[in-house]
């Protein structure tokens, strides 16, 4: 069996590349593809070469191919049909944390299920949502709490949207873009310029991945407020002034990371319940807000576009994949 797959391959080049299928296991699930999507955050880093040596084991994705920097077939948020594998899977839809290919195998235990009441388009969001899900868990917020979420992206807008579902809060999403005001209002949060950021927030989420938006965290924090670092900085080095009031107001910064369940929850939920949560919370139509019009594999624009960022010809598949807003 054939399949196509999407490769990495130099800083800003990525091209689609055949492959032969080896015969399946047991163990395993052939899945059909029907959408994927892009992590615009971190396959961005993947795309330019920043991944840092250090990070290269701990950024390797459950089921990528190749190796950090280049070339490296990597992604995590595929949604198909099981044609083949174990009789409880057998033509169900399912999400798998696979690379963006149209035909692939993948251990039947990591296929989990897509409820019937989310569409294709928005189970794609599961890693996102994984992601969203687990900062809560490591955030831990209170009814009632003043909360700022900064960064409207896809796992920015997410938090906020799980936020609002808590009592007593309702959220501020901060971006630099004004167009997002109608997405984060449409997940039932607040929207605010950088300038117009409320103060004395008791929890703030980072989600920018910019040293601006870190530095406005600590500007808007209350008195003992935590404040959760969310983004991915790659090779990147952020200065983050520590001094001034930082101790004196007694603020905490935790790291949350979807590697591991938050310890809020680990031992009482495995990686495979977190994701089959996070599926479950998209059955929300809301969310289709983040979903970005639909492209086709293979369907760009002209070889070698730098905009769409791989080199194959044009020529249409009739498996889709997704772009999700950033």
Not at 62 to 81: D, H, Q, R, S
Not at 157 to 179: F, K, Y
Request: aromatic letters at 4%.
């Amino acid at each position: 069996m054939k399949a196509r797959a999407l490769w990495t391959v130099a800083p800003g080049v990525a091209e689609l590349r055949d492959e032969v299928l080896p015969q399946r296991g047991p163990d395993q699930a052939l899945v059909r593809t029907r959408a994927s999507a892009l992590s615009r955050g971190t396959e961005r880093l993947v795309l330019e070469g920043r991944v840092p040596p250090s990070q290269y084991d701990a950024m390797r994705a459950p089921l990528m191919a190749g190796a950090f920097p280049f070339p490296v077939k990597y992604g995590y948020c595929a949604t198909g049909v099981v044609e083949a594998g174990p009789a409880a899977l057998q033509g169900r839809r399912v999400f798998v944390l696979h690379p963006h290919q149209d035909l692939f195998l993948a251990p039947a235990a990591m296929c989990v299920p897509v409820p019937d009441a989310v569409p294709d388009h928005r189970a794609v969001l599961a890693a996102n949502m994984e992601t969203a899900l687990n900062i809560l868990w490591d955030a831990r917020p209170l009814a009632g709490e003043r909360c700022l979420v900064i960064g409207a992206g896809v796992v920015g807008l997410l938090a906020a949207a799980l936020l609002a579902r808590i009592p007593g809060i309702l959220p501020t999403v901060v971006d630099l873009d004004p167009s997002r005001a109608a997405l984060a209002e449409a997940l039932g949060a607040r929207f605010a310029l950088p300038a117009g950021a409320p103060a004395e927030q008791e929890l703030i989420i980072h989600a920018s991945a910019s040293a601006a938006g870190l530095q406005l965290a600590l500007d808007c924090a209350a008195f003992e407020a935590r404040i959760v670092e969310a983004s991915w900085h790659g090779d990147r080095m952020v200065p983050l002034p520590l001094g001034e009031a930082f101790h004196a107001r007694r603020l905490s910064i935790l790291s949350t990371q979807v590697g591991a369940v938050a310890p809020a929850m680990r031992g009482r939920r495995t990686h495979a319940e977190r994701m089959a949560l996070a599926l479950a919370l998209l059955a929300d139509p809301r969310f289709d807000a983040l979903s970005a019009p639909v492209a086709g594999f293979a369907e760009r624009c002209r070889p070698r576009c730098p905009r769409c960022w791989h080199r194959a010809p044009p020529r249409p598949l009739p498996r889709r994949h997704l772009s999700i807003r950033e």
